[in-house]
């Protein structure tokens, strides 16, 4: 198992084997083993396979060709929206209209999505996780047709690789792990963490291509500019309000 966590690649080409329908079961089940708030279970999977349900949901995530290429593709939704029936029906007033309801249910969903991220690795799929999802999760809404109470935070693609990508970098423990307390971070300690992405092919790469100076010039101007935050923000928080988390 560390091997599998260890060794994992993300996996955007896929095969045409599909993915039987008892492994794919039991893949779900693993996942909703995972910890949650109160063992309320406050998610929701979303499991798409048909082409016109990803082909709808292609455009939500830039149309990026997996979405369509894969043979599943899973939304994990943070879910109020069952567990509040669940409660009107037993004569229980349920007061999850809110942002902090909205957190529990999403770090559900995080958890779910990691867990079967695991469990499918270690059967031999690959996974490929989506960031988009938040930024158009209102396209997504009306895809899947998410009730109130219902917000989608994280899609995976699923299938067997018709790929062997060599693994991204990541930054050394010193630069993400503190002991006890948070430890500040010197210009050196930051020269240090960052040294070995900065100097990696493809960094400098990303760096001449866009005419920038440094790394993190790409990260700022073109990958996440601040424009695009705000606006992917207000998106969101828009979505918040009418799906029911929002307060006024």
Not at 206 to 226: C, G, H, S
Request: with cysteine; aromatic share 10%; hydrophobic share 40%.
């Amino acid at each position: 198992m560390m091997d599998v966590l260890q060794n994992r690649t993300t996996i955007r080409k896929y095969s045409d084997q599909l993915i039987a329908p008892e492994l794919l079961n039991e893949l779900l089940a693993v996942a909703c083993r995972a910890a949650n708030t109160g063992n309320m279970q406050v998610y929701s999977i979303v499991v798409s396979q048909s082409h016109a349900i990803k082909e709808a949901l292609a455009p939500a995530h830039f149309n990026q060709p997996m979405v369509i290429e894969a043979p599943v593709v899973l939304t994990f939704c943070a879910d109020f929206n069952r567990f509040n029936k669940w409660c009107l029906l037993r004569d229980a007033e349920p007061g999850y209209d809110n942002f902090l309801s909205f957190m529990t249910a999403a770090i559900d969903a995080l958890l779910v999505a990691e867990h079967f991220c695991v469990a499918a690795e270690s059967n031999g799929l690959g996974t490929c996780y989506l960031g988009t999802t938040i930024y158009n999760a209102q396209q997504i809404i009306d895809v899947l047709h998410l009730p109130k109470y219902v917000v989608p935070m994280i899609t995976l693609t699923v299938g067997y690789p018709a790929e062997t990508p060599a693994q991204v970098d990541r930054l050394p423990l010193e630069g993400v792990v503190h002991f006890e307390t948070y430890q500040p971070y010197s210009e050196e300690d930051i020269d240090r963490i960052y040294s070995y992405k900065e100097s990696l092919p493809e960094s400098l790469q990303f760096v001449k291509e866009n005419y920038k100076t440094t790394l993190a010039q790409v990260f700022t101007d073109v990958r996440y500019p601040k424009t695009n935050n705000e606006t992917f923000s207000a998106m969101l928080m828009d979505v918040l309000k009418k799906q029911g988390f929002l307060n006024d």
